[in-house]
Nanobody
Framework: QVQLDESGGGLVQAGDSLRLSCKVS????????MGWFRQTPGKEREFVAV????????SYADSVKGRFTISRDNAKNTVYLQMNRLKPEDTAVYYC?????????????????WGPGTQVTVSS
C-alpha cells in the first residue's frame, strides 16, 4: 500500500520561505513522477509543480515559476517543494501525489496516490 505524508506547512509572512516534504512509503519513487498540487476552499485543486521519472525534467505553474523549486531525493524516497518569496495567494492546502507512469502531467486525475495535505498560510 502506497502512503504519502506531507510535512513542512505552517503560518508565515509574505516574502518568507517554506520547504515542504513528501515522504513516500510502499513504492520507490526513482522511476515515477511526483507532483505537488494545492487547493483552497471552494476552488478546484490546481497543479503546482512536477518532477518526472528521470528527475531531470520539471514543470511549474506560471504562478509559482521562479519562486518554487521541486526536487527529489530517491535514496530517502522523498520529494521536496522549496517555496520562496511566498505571497498571500499561495495560501492553500498542499498535496503531493504519485504518477506511476512517470510522465508527470499537469492533470490531477492522472495521479493515483495522494497524501492528506499540509496547510500553508501566508499573511500579508
Amino acid at each position: 500500500q502506497v502512503q504519502l505524508d506531507e510535512s513542512g506547512g505552517g503560518l508565515v509572512q509574505a516574502g518568507d520561505s517554506l520547504r515542504l516534504s513528501c515522504k513516500v512509503s510502499g513504492r520507490a519513487i526513482s522511476l515515477i513522477a511526483m507532483g505537488w498540487f494545492r487547493q483552497t476552499p471552494g476552488k478546484e485543486r490546481e497543479f503546482v509543480a512536477v518532477t518526472r521519472w528521470n528527475g531531470m525534467s520539471t514543470s511549474y505553474a506560471d504562478s509559482v515559476k521562479g519562486r518554487f523549486t521541486i526536487s527529489r531525493d530517491n535514496a530517502k524516497n522523498t520529494v521536496y517543494l522549496q517555496m520562496n518569496r511566498l505571497k498571500p495567494e499561495d495560501t492553500a492546502v498542499y498535496y503531493c501525489a504519485t504518477d506511476p507512469t512517470g510522465r508527470g502531467t499537469l492533470r490531477d486525475g492522472d495521479y493515483d496516490s495522494w497524501g492528506p495535505g499540509t496547510q500553508v498560510t501566508v499573511s500579508s
